[in-house]
């Protein structure tokens, strides 16, 4: 059995760490003042000692997607956060996300540093989300856009598509035909959007518990990502050692979940005869020889773990969640469903949509536009950093904080829109509004980002969303289950921005 410590060693220990901890909390305030004073950096509210904004965000009542509204109001349209060692400038107007994103846009399109967590999953920062820019990034990113989000690729993979949107709607029906006409249209659409991407990236035709057991593993592994109190105050680091633990056994499940995959991928290109039914092309097919600036050889086998991994978590809850807050839209006003029928019905006719009818629907595609206008999947863009000390707005932005957009106040800005607050795809049509979602040409609404780090998914997005959205509408007429209260446009973040009250519909088949 150990012996306990003698008591005055333990005095000398407690009394050193005090000394010392309070020397750095010293040094690290005369050094925010000193920076403080020599940077110029956008309002904000006052801060206390080491954790800054921390504990008046974490304590505010209200979560930080709903707090950015008064602050704004307080602070104006840029404001700085101290959030314990980060520093947050949160940017909320289109004239700033214009300069930002368009006008010094190669000065703001880096990354900041990731947690040690994120590191992990990263493979430090071997991603297109999270490499800084560069070269690297450059690379990757260019391979993800023409390895499979071109718009050739994407028309390659039509039939995967249709044969998804089959089960899609087939999972539907069992699910309605079993409840009594209801169904949970969030977990449907999440699952049809995850098998669509996983059979992109491996190419290979998977079973439904595979799907499932997978994608609750790339759950644990966001979950496990997600921001703690320890990546805002790092001297709480020791106090997570269990967590860290914790990180290394779930990034072990996920490097043995897709590695399994990328061999069986790897077996097929050896001999196709192995699954007749395999894919022609997949996303991991152009990894794994790629050339990457700067670097001698190809994609280790933990790092085409990461870029698979990246491409699939990517679109899933992104797009999925946009179908539950399409859907709630569609239910909430009767004669959106009405005009969306009325235009399957004269374009397309009794054949199931595909997505190249989806050129011709105007008010589908008003519908969409409207949707991402309302409802961004994500309020915040991913973060964005500074390559050099630069200005935006007049004030100081130095390399090392995070840059914010923040994407809601943007697209409901009233001197750009008429009654921003109201849901109405017509304001496309017959109001004569106008929006380019890309932000190239003006920045009014910005669902996918805008400038050098936009969104590469936007096309893939915007056709996955239309076509759910068409194939839902044709396949059944939507209601709200009775057994639920008035619909509730709340929204909360779960990833991303999710309803607060789960959408449980009643459908009936046309
Ligand atoms: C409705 C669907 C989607 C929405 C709303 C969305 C939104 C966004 C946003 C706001 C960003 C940040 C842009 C910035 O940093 O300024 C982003 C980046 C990104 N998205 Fe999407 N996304 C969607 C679908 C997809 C899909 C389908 C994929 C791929 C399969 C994808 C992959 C990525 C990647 C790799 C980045 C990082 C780009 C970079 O840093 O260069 N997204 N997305």
Redesign the pocket.
């Given at each position: 059995m150990a012996a306990a410590p003698a008591p005055d060693l333990d005095l000398w220990f407690t009394a050193s760490a005090f000394l010392v901890l309070s020397f750095l909390v010293l040094v690290m305030l005369a050094y925010n003042r000193r920076r403080g004073r020599a940077l110029r950096l956008p309002p904000g509210p006052p801060g206390w000692p080491l954790v800054g904004n921390l504990f008046q965000v974490a304590f505010a009542g209200k979560p930080m997607i709903h707090l950015v509204r008064d602050l704004r109001l307080r602070y104006g349209p840029i404001f700085t956060l101290r959030m314990g060692a980060r520093t947050l400038i949160v940017v909320t107007s289109p004239e700033l996300a214009h300069e930002a994103?368009i006008e010094k846009g190669q000065l703001f399109a880096s990354?900041p540093a990731e947690t040690t967590i994120r590191c992990v999953f990263s493979c430090n920062k071997f991603t297109?989300?999270s490499a800084v820019y560069g070269p690297e990034?450059r690379s990757l990113?260019r391979n993800?856009v023409s390895g499979m989000?071109s718009a050739s690729r994407l028309r390659e993979f039509r039939p995967a598509r249709t044969s998804a949107m089959d089960r899609f709607v087939e999972r539907l029906r069992a699910e309605a035909e079993a409840n009594g006409g209801a169904v949970w249209v969030l977990r449907n659409a999440r699952f049809a959007v995850f098998a669509i991407?996983l059979s992109m990236t491996f190419g290979v035709q998977l079973d439904e518990d595979s799907i499932v057991r997978i994608d609750e593993m790339m759950k644990r592994v966001l979950l496990t990502i997600s921001p703690r109190m320890d990546d805002y105050l790092p001297f709480l680091r020791p106090l997570y050692a269990k967590h860290q633990k914790k990180v290394l056994e779930i990034r072990k499940e996920q490097v043995e979940t897709v590695v399994a995959l990328i061999n069986r991928r790897r077996a097929i290109l050896k001999d196709p005869t192995l699954e007749p039914n395999a894919a022609p092309f997949s996303y991991l097919d152009s990894l794994l020889d790629l050339k990457v600036e700067g670097r001698d050889s190809a994609p280790t086998e933990t790092q085409l773990v990461t870029l698979c991994s990246?491409?699939i978590n990517?679109?899933t809850d992104?797009?999925s969640t946009?179908i539950e807050w399409a859907m709630a839209r569609i239910i909430d006003d009767p004669s959106i469903q009405a005009k969306l029928y009325e235009e399957i019905v004269a374009e397309v006719g009794d054949r199931p949509v595909d997505d190249r009818d989806i050129e011709k629907m105007r008010y589908l595609q008003a519908f969409v536009k409207e949707l991402?206008r309302k409802h961004?999947?994500?309020y915040f863009?991913?973060t964005?950093a500074a390559v050099e000390p630069a200005k935006l707005g007049g004030y100081d932005i130095p390399p090392d904080a995070n840059l914010e957009?923040f994407?809601p106040t943007i697209a409901e800005d009233p001197r750009l829109w008429s009654s921003p607050l109201e849901f109405n795809p017509d304001r496309f049509i017959t109001g004569g509004e106008s929006a380019d979602i890309t932000g190239s040409a003006g920045i009014r609404m910005i669902?996918?980002?805008?400038?050098r780090?936009?969104?590469?998914?936007?096309a893939?997005?915007?056709t996955h969303?239309s076509l759910m959205v068409a194939r839902m509408v044709q396949a059944f007429e939507w209601q709200l289950h009775p057994s639920e209260p008035k619909l509730d446009f709340m929204d909360k973040v779960e990833f991303t921005i999710v309803m607060n009250r789960r959408l449980l519909a009643f459908v009936e088949p046309r």
């Open positions: 994103l990354r297109v989300n990034w990113r993800m989000l991407l990246e491409f990517g679109g992104t797009t946009a991402l961004p999947p994500t863009s991913l964005h957009l994407l669902p996918f980002g805008a400038g780090r936009i969104c590469p998914g936007l893939m997005g915007t969303i």
